[in-house]
């Protein structure tokens, strides 16, 4: 079984700033995967950023990037120079074994950007 | 690449009765993935087919729910007998496998259903 857990609710950060999302994360697997993904209001679901967990390195995309802390599995997501953009609910996802989409999502964090 | 397709995008229906709802997978993937999602949650993993094999149910699929994907291509999502406690967007996602890590899902807009 997998849990992940996201203990903020909601954040918010003023445009241009940078923001750390939390998540801590459960998984019986030994070959997993990790996710952030967002879901502005009424639209679809996106994926902002991937982590495989046998890699050490820290994923970057662009502005995003994570902290992986693999003993204390923990996940967390650093949002440089926000924008107006970012502001979604953020979920992260933690994906293992041969159901490699059969994904565990947290609760989600409200992120709001203040211009 | 037209995305991940859904519908309808809402649907309100009344207690007891039977709906469907249908997605439609970015053509060249294999894999396809129903979640539902409940107000200010994240997802939670119904099914999932590979081609037109359903090859996982969750527990949180009751009798009451049935999914198809009878050609591998598009999917329908069966309820019958619709309760209060289904009103919920309901995800469907697509991705390629084997070449899961460079292919991650991509999600469709969701159908919301509300029962009343």
């Known amino acids: 079984a997998q849990t992940v857990t996201q203990s903020q609710p909601e954040m918010s950060v003023q445009e241009a700033e940078t923001v750390t999302l939390s998540c801590t994360y459960d998984t019986s697997e030994s070959d997993y995967y990790l996710f952030w993904y967002k879901q502005p209001p009424s639209r679809q679901m996106i994926l902002v950023i991937r982590q495989e967990a046998y890699k050490q390195q820290n994923a970057t995309e662009n502005r995003f990037s994570v902290n992986f802390q693999k003993a204390a599995k923990s996940f967390s997501l650093k949002i440089s120079d926000s924008q107006l953009g970012d502001a979604a609910m953020y979920f992260c996802?933690?994906?293992?074994?041969?159901?490699?989409?059969?994904?565990?999502f947290g609760q989600g964090t409200i992120l709001t950007v203040h211009p | 690449d037209t995305g991940v397709s859904q519908n309808p995008r809402h649907k309100i229906t009344k207690r007891g009765q039977n709906v469907t709802f249908r997605c439609d997978p970015i053509s060249e993937h294999n894999r396809l993935y129903w979640y539902r999602q409940t107000l200010g949650q994240g997802p939670e993993f119904l099914t999932y087919?590979?081609?037109?094999?359903?090859?996982?149910k969750s527990r949180l699929l009751s009798d009451r729910f049935s999914a198809e994907r009878p050609k591998g291509s598009f999917s329908t999502l069966e309820i019958q007998r619709t309760e209060q406690g289904d009103s919920a967007m309901y995800l469907c996602?697509?991705?390629?496998?084997?070449?899961?890590?460079?292919?991650?899902?991509?999600f469709g807009n969701g159908t919301r259903l509300t029962v009343t």
């Open positions: 087919f590979q081609n037109e094999a359903q090859l996982e």
């Open positions: 996802v933690v994906s293992g074994g041969t159901s490699y989409g059969k994904l565990t």
């Open positions: 996602a697509s991705s390629l496998f084997p070449s899961s890590y460079n292919s991650p899902l991509h």
